[in-house]
């Protein structure tokens, strides 16, 4: 089973409200991503979770706040955003974040508008 | 140093034709070049993936050919359908910085039937 599943498929919120997307795995992978990618264009690294700890975060805004309860859960917790932040949030999962096998496994992502 | 380089942006091909999209890289410390296939509305999906010990590597109708001298590396399809239609990223990483990947710009894929 190589699936990575994200909830909710579709989220609308405004600039006031805090919503939280989702993400879980269960092939066992020690390293979660969170990517954000705009129409037409790649994805873009937010946050790394290695064992649970956050290894990376590339100058993410605070309005952006990742968790991982768990090895196989990761949370994105949005609070005041803008609407330049609408776009297609996608969470990956790899077997180690260093060294051995690099494939990433991505989740479908939720589509983000923010009115 | 970090960019890839991928081209065309769109491309068009015939069905049963054959589909060729071309990255090229800088950073000679990449090791590990995957091509992810996206449809419209949904994640990447990991289609194929090369080490530069490998010149080639086939998977179905999927070809990866690899220069390492160039620093280029290739997406082919052959037998394209209109079911290949999609966005195709490549992308590479390096061993030192984890799994961090540096995709390209992506390219358009529309097969004609």
């Known amino acids: 089973d190589t699936e990575v599943t994200q909830t909710p498929k579709h989220l609308v919120m405004g600039m006031t409200n805090k919503k939280s997307l989702k993400c879980e795995q269960h092939m066992g992978h020690r390293a979660m991503y969170w990517y954000k990618q705009k129409a037409k264009k790649p994805p873009e690294l937010m946050f790394v979770y290695s064992y649970e700890k956050l290894s990376i975060n590339e100058s993410v805004p605070s309005r952006f706040s990742p968790e991982c309860p768990n090895s196989s859960l990761l949370n994105l917790h949005l609070h005041a955003l803008q609407p330049e932040d609408s776009a297609l949030y996608l969470c990956?999962?790899?077997?180690?974040?260093?060294?051995?096998?690099?494939?990433?496994?991505f989740g479908p992502g939720t589509r983000l508008t923010v009115l | 140093q970090q960019q890839v380089k991928q081209s065309p942006q769109s491309l068009i091909v015939q069905k049963g034709g054959i589909s060729i999209i071309n990255c090229a890289y800088e950073?000679?410390?990449?090791?590990?070049f995957p091509w992810y296939q996206q449809f419209p509305g949904k994640g990447p999906a990991l289609l194929i993936a090369?080490?530069?010990?490998?010149s080639e590597k086939k998977e179905g109708r999927f070809t990866i050919s690899f220069n390492k001298s160039a620093k280029q590396f290739s997406l082919h399809i052959m037998d394209s359908q209109p079911g290949d239609s999609a966005t195709y990223f490549c992308a590479a990483s390096r061993p030192n910085a984890g799994n961090m990947l540096t995709f390209g710009g992506g390219t358009r894929l529309m097969v004609k039937p």
């Open positions: 950073n000679t410390a990449f090791d590990y």
């Open positions: 990956a999962s790899s077997q180690a974040f260093t060294g051995g096998r690099n494939e990433q496994f």
């Open positions: 090369i080490r530069p010990d490998v």
